[in-house]
């Protein structure tokens, strides 16, 4: 089946700091979608992509779907304690949805 | 209400045993999921089932059988249970096949011992 090749695996940064991280595949998804999962949580969507190209926001967050339809990034500005947890990016087609190994993000105060 | 519940949160069983895990969805949603988490975090799906048909079997051991009563619920039942069961384990739906986001449950913590 498709693989997600998500980066990077974590992440240790200062509160403030921006955060990029990105999903790459070999194959074409219709969607992209990037959640967050805190301990003890199922993952929580962010953002989701339907179109090639599209750039899309949720507060300090950012998303974008690649034009080749085989990647996707996610941007998080000035980020906060409350942004620690795991970021995992999603791609979907038709039933079968799968997601990256997930990036594990710690913010310092 | 809650959107995707799943009981119970923890299971703690020896091997050899057969449990049950349950899902339920007040969203509407027509397609449900039951995806694996490993203590490394790679989340795998395991199963769909769309309207009582299953969509997506993977390679998922034949001990593993989803159970769907009516489109808002999709159990998983477990038998002979194996110390590589361990994991956690989400149940999720979505709406409309295709594009729709998956919106999930809070796991299922199993523990084989």
């Known amino acids: 089946g498709q693989q997600l090749n998500q980066s990077p695996q974590s992440m240790f940064i200062q509160e403030g700091e921006d955060v990029s991280m990105n999903c790459t595949s070999s194959s074409i998804f219709n969607t992209w979608l990037w959640y967050k999962q805190e301990p003890g949580e199922g993952p929580v969507l962010l953002i989701a992509?339907?179109?090639?190209?599209e750039l899309t926001s949720n507060g300090r967050l950012t998303a974008q779907f690649g034009i080749t339809r085989k990647d996707s990034f996610l941007n998080i500005s000035a980020s906060i304690p409350s942004d620690v947890g795991i970021y995992f990016c999603a791609g979907r087609v038709n039933n079968d949805m799968r997601f990256g190994a997930g990036t594990r993000l710690t913010v310092k105060p | 209400d809650t959107a995707v519940s799943q009981t119970p949160k923890y299971l703690v069983t020896q091997m050899g045993n057969d449990k049950s895990i349950k899902c339920e969805q007040n969203l509407g949603h027509d397609t449900m999921y039951w995806y694996k988490q490993d203590s490394k975090k790679f989340l795998k799906i395991m199963f769909s089932y769309n309207n009582k048909e299953l969509i997506i079997n993977e390679t998922v051991p034949n001990r593993f059988s989803p159970k769907s009563p009516d489109k808002a619920h999709l159990n998983l039942h477990i038998n002979s249970l194996e110390l590589g069961d361990s994991a956690v384990y989400f149940c999720?739906?979505?709406?409309?096949?295709?594009?729709?986001?998956?919106?999930f449950g809070n796991g299922t913590r199993l523990t084989v011992t």
């Open positions: 992509l339907y179109k090639a190209g």
């Open positions: 999720a739906s979505s709406q409309v096949a295709g594009y729709s986001p998956l919106h």
